[in-house]
């Protein structure tokens, strides 16, 4: 069983920051077409807000010798200007939208691939709240870093750069003294941006546990309102909720501090600038308007200081983001060396000296279990909560990998199957049966089970005795049941799952307390439908209820992880032991 960490701590991520950012721009890369031309649009957003500046100097020309050509020119090039200057940003703000949504698409995607091939300790670990939480509000959070924090930094970045350029084509001595403070800057930007990164992890933890207490909540209403959970449940969200708002007040402070902290500085530099301007050998052979359009380069520039200081709250998100999105996406798959793929085996399983243990845990859970189960033949598993059955069963499917030993089926290890072909000669029911909010028939005819035909869906509708239900619905087969077959009494949805299961007709069949949620007269249906769907097929049966399992092949009584009686009904209870012990109980609480 693979024992690598499943949780993604950004504490022990080995990947850098700046290593993360380049495997986030990777995705870009099928858009380089899009990207190119954001860059072009913010390229001529930047390159008029430079002309801007500089047409300063023909402004003041223009008012201290008004012409008629000079007005005409003069109202041209504003015009001119702001036209050239909106194509950029038309340009620039579409294109990075498509690639940062495209950019979105794609990791969604992945991540939800990489999760339907997760092994099921990962689920057992990580809250089905949080695991949402990474596709939903995590991936938006690495739109931001790739789409918004792209343009602004790109965009303001050239526009800096532009005017920068003007101002040392000017005069390059001035141009000294306002670049003064920019080691000043960052190292503001420097602290803000650790600081941001730190808060936005916890924002993002903050933001799991809301979804996880809020799905617990929605999907649980009944016991909530039952129990009177409701002023637990509101303590509970509100707590998770402030701690929310806690994080994202950090946030907004340490942004809120640090971009006044660096317009202040611009401003000193601006302040020094107009100082130094005044003094005649530093201002050389400059005229009005040349010192206008210097200053007004340097006062422009103060706006995309702050934006590209400003974005990055914006890129520590996206990166923090990325960091658990990419952990996600890093985690082992189910381990499927094998390749054996038979298109169907006869169902001869041998459980040979198999033990099991789950992670972190110090005892074996299943202790040398020896077993071989004929093809065809029905076993039964009872004995107390916690003695191994459910495990048991679970390794069949290789939901989990054993940890000792070796199970077989049809003589080949189940190592060398492929999973999926594996699965394929398996049908379960569970105690817990799950339904999706679709149809009756879709719900039969599940996954693989798709292209099964009507008539095969109402087959095996009528042999789980389903039909006599479905054909009180309002729209019979058709009928929407609602989230996880809400819409259902429990025995209707246990029969769905029988229905499910004949329909698949797999030679190897798992009934994990299948009739607990039936009421005696559904028990005595499902009963002669479990007869019908048992012939010819290796069925393994954990029950409570003995009375369901008395017909069994072979009972087999489990007690800490270990088998420790076997045999037909009958001779169990003649044995005089455990099994008759458990079936005396059961025996004197019905009467």
């Not at 094998?338 to 006869?346: I, L, Q």
């Not at 719900?443 to 239900?469: C, P, V, W």
Request: one cysteine or more; hydrophobic letters at 45%.
């Amino acid at each position: 069983m693979s024992e690598s960490n499943s949780t993604a701590d950004p504490v022990k991520q080995p990947a850098t920051n700046w290593a993360t950012y380049k495997r986030l721009l990777a995705y870009v890369k099928p858009f380089w077409l899009a990207f190119s031309l954001a860059v072009v649009g913010n390229v001529i957003y930047a390159a008029a807000s430079t002309g801007m500046a500089a047409a300063m100097e023909y402004v003041i020309t223009a008012l201290e010798n008004p012409t008629d050509e000079n007005r005409i020119q003069l109202t041209l090039l504003i015009v001119a200007v702001f036209a050239f200057r909106g194509v950029g940003t038309f340009m620039s703000q579409y294109f990075i939208s498509y690639v940062g949504r495209n950019v979105i698409n794609a990791l969604r995607k992945q991540v939800f691939d990489r999760l339907l091939n997760l092994p099921s300790r990962y689920f057992d670990e990580n809250a089905s709240g949080r695991l949402v939480s990474k596709l939903t509000f995590n991936v938006e959070q690495v739109a931001e870093a790739t789409t918004n924090a792209v343009t602004i930094t790109l965009r303001e970045g050239l526009t800096i750069l532009g005017l920068l350029g003007f101002m040392i084509y000017t005069n390059w001595k001035l141009t000294l003294v306002f670049v003064a403070v920019g080691p000043l800057i960052a190292l503001v930007v420097s602290y803000a941006s650790k600081r941001f990164r730190k808060i936005s992890k916890r924002i993002q933890g903050s933001m799991g546990d809301i979804t996880h207490v809020a799905s617990e909540s929605i999907s649980g209403y009944r016991v909530v309102r039952t129990f009177g959970g409701e002023h637990y449940e509101r303590d509970r969200f509100r707590k998770v909720s402030e701690k929310n708002l806690q994080q994202s007040l950090k946030m907004a402070s340490t942004q809120a501090i640090s971009i006044p902290i660096i317009q202040v500085l611009v401003a000193i530099a601006i302040a020094a600038l107009v100082w130094t301007m005044l003094a005649p050998e530093i201002r050389g052979e400059m005229s009005t308007g040349q010192l206008v359009a210097f200053i007004t380069a340097a006062t422009t520039m103060a706006k995309p200081i702050r934006q590209v200081t400003s974005v990055h709250a914006k890129i520590q998100k996206g990166v923090a983001a990325a960091h658990d999105v990419f952990g996600t996406m890093d985690e082992e798959p189910e381990h499927d060396p094998g390749t054996y793929a038979p298109e169907r085996v006869d169902g001869n399983i041998e459980f040979d000296n198999v033990c099991f243990r789950y992670r972190d845990q110090l005892e074996d859970v299943l202790k040398g279990i020896t077993l071989s189960i004929p093809a065809g033949q029905s076993v039964a598993l009872v004995g107390r909560s916690g003695s191994g059955k459910s495990t048991m069963v679970s390794l069949l499917p290789r939901f989990y990998e054993y940890t000792g030993g070796d199970i077989r089926l049809d003589g080949h290890s189940l190592k060398d199957f492929s999973l999926e072909a594996l699965r394929a000669q398996i049908a379960l029911v569970t105690q817990n049966v799950v339904l999706f909010n679709d149809t009756i028939a879709a719900n039969i005819a599940y996954g693989a089970l798709r292209h099964h035909s009507r008539e095969q869906i109402i087959d095996a509708a009528t042999k789980a005795h389903a039909m006599e239900f479905i054909e009180r619905m309002p729209e019979g087969l058709d009928t929407m049941i609602g989230d996880n077959g809400v819409m259902l009494s429990g025995g209707q949805r246990q029969r769905l799952a029988i229905a499910r299961a004949l329909l698949k007709d797999a030679p190897v069949l798992i009934l994990d307390e299948a009739t607990s949620a039936l009421d005696t007269e559904s028990e005595r249906h499902i009963q002669e439908a479990m007869d019908i769907v048992m012939q010819g097929r290796t069925t393994l049966i954990i029950a409570h209820r003995l009375s369901t399992i008395e017909k069994a092949d072979r009972i087999l009584v489990m007690d800490g992880g270990m088998i420790i009686e076997s045999g037909r009904h009958e001779e169990l209870l003649a044995k005089g032991g455990a099994y008759a012990q458990l079936h005396q109980m059961q025996f004197s609480e019905q009467a």
